[in-house]
Nanobody
Framework: VPLQASGGGLVQAGTSLRLSCAAS??????YSWFRQAPGKEREFVAG????????RYSDSVRGRFTISRDRANNAAYLQMNSLKPEDTAVYYC????????????????????WGQGPLVTVSS
């Protein structure tokens, strides 16, 4: 099941962007966002259970980014505020049919479905 991720772009530091992740014809139990900056490994950004009962954020984005979901549109979102140049990366949406526990959300091999993410570029 493909995941459709969108919403990237070129913005200035301090501004905001919202990324969207839509699954065609299916709802997963856990959605997360990862990102890969140039020359770096892909890293966990934020994750949540579709039920909304559990969310997790990396230390680098906590307090600035918010992950959420919209049942009506069957989509997950990543609201990114106070963007910094170090947030520049390709962002990936990941989903799994299981409700992952908090400690597992940052493990890339837990996710069966991935969407090619939008590029987010933050200029200083």
């Amino acid at each position: 099941v493909p995941l459709q991720a969108s919403g990237g772009g070129l913005v200035q530091a301090g501004t905001s962007l919202r990324l969207s992740c839509a699954a065609s014809g299916r709802t997963f139990s856990t959605y997360s966002w990862f990102r890969q900056a140039p020359g770096k490994e892909r890293e966990f950004v934020a994750g949540m259970r579709w039920s909304g009962s559990t969310t997790r954020y990396s230390d680098s984005v906590r307090g600035r980014f918010t992950i959420s979901r919209d049942r009506a549109n069957n989509a997950a979102y990543l609201q990114m505020n106070s963007l910094k140049p170090e947030d520049t990366a390709v962002y990936y949406c990941a989903a799994d049919s299981r409700s992952l526990i908090w400690s597992s959300m940052d493990r890339q091999n837990e996710y069966d479905h991935w969407g090619q993410g939008p590029l987010v570029t933050v200029s200083s």
